[in-house]
């Protein structure tokens, strides 16, 4: 349980306004060390990708655009399809 409100702090500290700087630059202790660049990247298996889509320019219109969307996508076993269970409980 502590690690999934350790998770939940964490989302909420990105979507804020604190969103450039690291949970444990604002004081919220964590156990362990940080990784030599202090993100999800540094656990051994972890993949990050991402796409980012840009369709048109110029003023925004409803339903035309342009459009700026993106998604990105965390693979934690590497390039493995193999399901993860994301949270359980005993």
Do not use: C, H, W
Request: hydrophobic share 40%; net charge positive.
């Amino acid at each position: 349980m502590k690690n999934l409100a350790s998770i939940f702090i964490s989302s909420l500290i990105s979507f804020s306004l604190f969103a450039q700087q690291r949970a444990r630059d604002l004081g919220i202790p964590f156990d362990g060390t940080t990784g030599a660049y202090n993100a999800i990247t540094d656990v051994k298996g972890v993949l990050v990708g991402y796409k980012t889509l840009i369709s048109g320019d110029g003023k925004f219109e409803l339903g035309k655009g342009p459009v700026r969307t993106g998604v990105t996508v965390i693979f934690p076993k590497g390039k493995t399809l193999e399901p993860v269970p994301t949270a359980y409980f005993t």
